[in-house]
């Protein structure tokens, strides 16, 4: 079995099965595939079914420039910069940080949503690349962030992607990503058959599990987390930060929930159930965690609801350097 960037994982769902590669089309995807086994040639004729479990990741080997477009400056205030932006994907998948570290021995792999991609913002001024400079020389910093992934998403990158990067000597800083609250949001919860949220390519219109909002939390984020542990990662969790503004004063606020106030409402007790969750999950585990929302709540470090400006950048980088220096530490010790 092969996963990677460049091929398809097959796996027949068929009596007497094979294991197949083939080269991927363009991002990294593991394949379902179904084929017949015999000691002739295979029958044309037999038809295959196939999907893919898409792995959210920058493309390795990409470099271009990206700007906002009207739909994201009609959801921002005057703080979203104009671009263009640079993106370079890594040869492993991950979004570059801009800076060299020839003497890097030890990992640090920042795993989540657009939060920590940061993809409206200058290479080297993104939070990423800020704390990996703060760094000793022998860290290098990951940015494993990726606009709309889910924790189901994680958790599907943790085994297929992740585990080399993540040995004895580095550590997994996990951002519980708020398009978590888009899944809680839908009917199929994880699994919905939208394709921002369903891992599923083609989209799969999957029954939902009999869970109400905060079970599906509580299960797939335990389950991500156990997984992390059970693969022997050294791991600590991040809520992400959201602008908390002033329904009736912000005006990105109030454009992104068409006005109505009961919308806001319900997505802010939606994060609010995320941060609950993954804080409760960590104390159970003894997991590291950073309540990120406690230091980052003015709604002038953000350009939108869940992004960074130039301002909450070099903020944000500050303060997770002040939690992530103790961790590295005592790695670097073994304890």
Not at 39 to 67: C, N, V
Not at 154 to 169: G, N, Y
Not at 269 to 291: K, W, Y
Not at 303 to 326: C, I, S, W
Request: glycine share 6%; charged share 25%; with cysteine.
């Amino acid at each position: 079995m092969v996963v990677g960037t460049n091929a398809f994982v097959a796996t027949d769902i068929a009596d007497n099965c094979a294991v197949v590669a083939a080269p991927a089309e363009s991002s990294a995807r593991i394949l379902v595939a179904t084929k017949h086994i015999s000691s002739t040639r295979p029958d044309p004729r037999k038809r295959r079914f196939m999907r893919t479990l898409r792995l959210k990741e920058t493309e390795p080997g990409t470099d271009d420039w990206l700007s906002p477009q009207d739909i994201h400056r009609s959801i921002s205030d005057d703080s979203l910069a104009d671009g263009p932006f640079r993106r370079r994907g890594t040869a492993e998948g991950f979004l570059s940080t801009g800076n060299v570290r020839p003497e890097a021995t030890r990992r640090l792999v920042m795993l989540g949503g657009s939060f920590v991609e940061s993809m409206f913002c200058p290479e080297q001024q993104r939070f990423a690349s800020v704390v990996e400079r703060s760094l000793p020389s022998e860290w290098s910093v990951l940015n494993g962030g990726y606009s709309g992934l889910t924790t189901l998403h994680a958790f599907t990158q943790l085994a297929a992607k992740i585990v080399p990067f993540v040995q004895r000597e580095d550590v997994l800083l996990y951002f519980v990503p708020m398009s978590d609250s888009n899944a809680l949001n839908s009917p199929g919860l994880y699994w919905a058959a939208s394709k921002t949220v369903t891992p599923f390519v083609p989209l799969a219109d999957n029954a939902a599990p009999s869970w109400d909002r905060r079970e599906a939390v509580v299960r797939v984020l335990s389950a991500f987390l156990a997984a992390a542990e059970a693969l022997g990662m050294r791991i600590a969790v991040v809520a992400s930060p959201f602008r908390d503004g002033n329904f009736s004063s912000d005006t990105a606020i109030r454009t992104l929930y068409k006005e109505d106030r009961t919308r806001y409402a319900r997505a802010r007790a939606r994060f609010q159930l995320l941060h609950d969750v993954a804080r409760h999950e960590c104390a159970q585990r003894e997991i590291p965690f950073f309540d990120a929302q406690a230091v980052m709540g003015d709604p002038g470090l953000f350009y939108d609801q869940m992004h960074l400006n130039a301002k909450g950048q070099a903020r944000f980088a500050e303060e997770l350097t002040r939690f992530v220096t103790p961790l590295l530490a005592r790695a670097v010790r073994g304890v």
